[in-house]
């Protein structure tokens, strides 16, 4: 398996302008999870799904942002419009239910600089 | 809070040495697991602990749980240049076992 797809892995864009993320699970995984990193804050998680479903979003900064997930395979989180401090590098994990093993598989994260 | 609370929040040491680092919590948990993280990459899962496990080993490293005190520990054996990074601690809450809350990590230096 190729592992949690993220595109793209850079982004760069001006304030205001919408900015969508990425996001392949790994196949058969039924958990989605959406984070963001910065120095400032740490790890954040953002939002999880659980077969497609959000299940928690109360990590959402804003309405600015929103995510979906319109099957098992895809997700993306927008941000809409977005502003210099939402640079930010933002990471997808995915996990499966196994028992009580809940182990996520990071994606290599793409890196959003907002001018 | 779910969020674990490592310490310390920086180590520096020698290459061949031991690196230990602690991971404190609040709330009851299915188990404990940790990450690490390379410099501008995603985390890498490295270990997991069960909450009926007190010990256990993979390779150099070695975790331990004590669920009376809701701490955790992981020592690194004879540490490597590539062991570089920062390690992290996500309890896995029994209320939300599939959420993961990060602390902001131990950043680990092994000097060549």
């Known amino acids: ?115 | 809070s779910q969020q674990g609370e490592e310490d310390p929040q920086a180590l520096s040491i020698q290459e061949g040495e031991n690196a230990t680092m602690n991971c404190s919590y609040k709330t009851s948990i299915n188990n404990l697991q940790w990450y690490r993280q390379n410099s501008g990459r995603g985390l890498v899962h490295l270990i997991l602990i069960r909450s009926n496990e007190r010990e256990k080993h993979s390779g150099r490293l070695r975790v331990t749980l004590d669920t009376s005190k809701k701490s955790s520990s992981l020592l690194i054996t004879a540490s490597r240049a590539a062991d570089t990074a920062s390690y992290f601690c996500a309890p896995a809450a029994v209320d939300s076992s599939y959420k993961l809350i990060f602390g902001s990590g131990t950043r680990l230096l092994v000097r060549p």
């Open chain 1, 1 to 115: 398996d190729a592992g949690v797809i993220q595109s793209p892995r850079h982004e760069v864009t001006e304030m205001g302008q919408e900015v969508t993320l990425r996001c392949k699970p790994i196949s058969g995984h039924d958990y989605l999870f959406w984070y963001r990193q910065t120095m400032m804050r740490g790890l954040e998680l953002l939002i999880y799904f659980n077969n497609n479903v959000p299940i928690d979003d109360s990590g959402m900064p804003e309405d600015r942002f929103s995510a979906k997930m319109p099957n098992a395979s895809f997700s993306t989180l927008k941000i809409q419009p977005s502003e210099p401090r939402d640079s930010a590098v933002y990471f997808c994990a995915s996990s499966l239910t196994s028992g009580s093993s809940n182990e996520q598989f990071f994606g290599p994260g793409t890196r959003l600089t907002v001018l």
